[in-house]
Each structure stands twice: as C-alpha cells, then as structure tokens.
Nanobody, 124 residues
Framework: VQLQASGGGLVQTGGSLRLSCAAS????????MGWFRQAPGKEREFVAG????????MYDDSVKGRFTISRDNAKNTVYLQMNSLKPEDSAIYYC??????????????????WGKGTQVTVSS
C-alpha cells in the first residue's frame, strides 16, 4: 500500500498549485481520501476530504472557497487544487486514506494510510 504526493513547490501569494496523490497496492476506489498539512512547530491539521465516490467533500474553514479536492478513481489519484494561496498555507501537505471503505461521509480523522508529504511554500 503506497500513497505518493507530488506537485508542491514555491509560489507567490495569490498563486495556485495543484497537488496530486497517486495510490497503489489497494482498492483506492473504495476509500475516502483526505489532505492534511503540517507547518513547522504546529500540529498536523485536516485540510480537505472526499468520499470514495466523490459524492461528498469537506473542507477546513481556512481553505473553503480557495481549495478544491477531487479524485479520479480510474487513475487511482486524488487532487487538491489550491488557489489564492497565502503565506499561512505554507506547510508539508500529506494525503491519507480513510480506514473504512465505502463511507457515506468523510471526516477529519480516522485515516489509516499516509503518504510522504510534499512541501508547499507561499512567499509574501
């Protein structure tokens, strides 16, 4: 089981990035997915989540209206489109898989498989 996040980088305030998370080794299409982030000296925090079929999404208030989570089950990939980036969005971003398959809703916890992160840096 492997999750590999990519797409991070350095961007100016107001810019955009699209993160990708490629899954392998399990039935990706049956599990909800989430994006989390951790800034230096801070706790890891939930950013966005999406159910197994893409039917429901959830966002932290700090990113609502700016970030969009989506998935392509045919490609075993989940995405995080980040627009209007702010310096406070700078962090290592991680993707994670829900512990329970085929859940009707996605939550902020109860994730079982984690990928290595990708660094996002937003300059002011």
């Amino acid at each position: 089981v492997q999750l590999q996040a990519s797409g991070g980088g350095l961007v100016q305030t107001g810019g955009s990035l699209r993160l990708s998370c490629a899954a392998s080794g399990y039935s990706f299409w049956l599990y909800g997915m989430g994006w989390f982030r951790q800034a230096p000296g801070k706790e890891r925090e939930f950013v966005a989540g999406i159910t197994w079929n893409g039917g429901s999404t959830m966002y932290d208030d700090s990113v609502k209206g700016r970030f969009t989570i989506s998935r392509d089950n045919a490609k075993n990939t989940v995405y995080l489109q980040m627009n209007s980036l702010k310096p406070e969005d700078s962090a290592i971003y991680y993707c994670a898989s829900d512990k329970v398959p085929v859940r009707a809703v996605i939550g902020t916890h109860d994730y079982g498989v984690w990928g290595k992160g990708t660094q996002v840096t937003v300059s002011s």
